[in-house]
Nanobody
Framework: QVHLVESGGGLVQAGGSLRLSCEASRSIFTISAMGWYRQAPGKQRELVATITSGPTTNYAASVKGRFTISSDNRKDTVYLQMNSLKPEDTAVYYC?????????WGQGTQVTVSS
């Protein structure tokens, strides 16, 4: 099993920045892939960014060039640096881990971008 704890959400003005953190309960070397997803009110959960060993990263088109996913293996933590935030980035952001063919999710952290 993998337990994920997110932090770093909050309220920011458009154009501002936030950094989300996701700490895993086991070494991220053992985890196939980790990522960030988000869900806005009335919408489906969508992929934001993923990172695998290598590291190989993947981004949704809507955040490419503004968001950066990274990992710190010593801390078993994955980060999402969000710059040039827009009101449409407002959502609950969830950390995800793919481990032994199962998906694990954090509790979510709210990001609100005011115009």
């Amino acid at each position: 099993q993998v337990h994920l704890v997110e932090s770093g959400g909050g309220l920011v003005q458009a154009g501002g920045s936030l950094r989300l953190s996701c700490e895993a309960s086991r070494s991220i070397f053992t985890i196939s892939a980790m990522g960030w997803y988000r869900q806005a009110p009335g919408k489906q959960r969508e992929l934001v960014a993923t990172i695998t060993s290598g590291p190989t990263t993947n981004y949704a088109a809507s955040v490419k060039g503004r968001f950066t996913i990274s990992s710190d293996n010593r801390k078993d933590t994955v980060y999402l640096q969000m710059n040039s935030l827009k009101p449409e980035d407002t959502a609950v952001y969830y950390c995800n881990a793919e481990f032994r063919d199962e998906d694990y999710w954090g509790q979510g952290t709210q990001v609100t971008v005011s115009s």
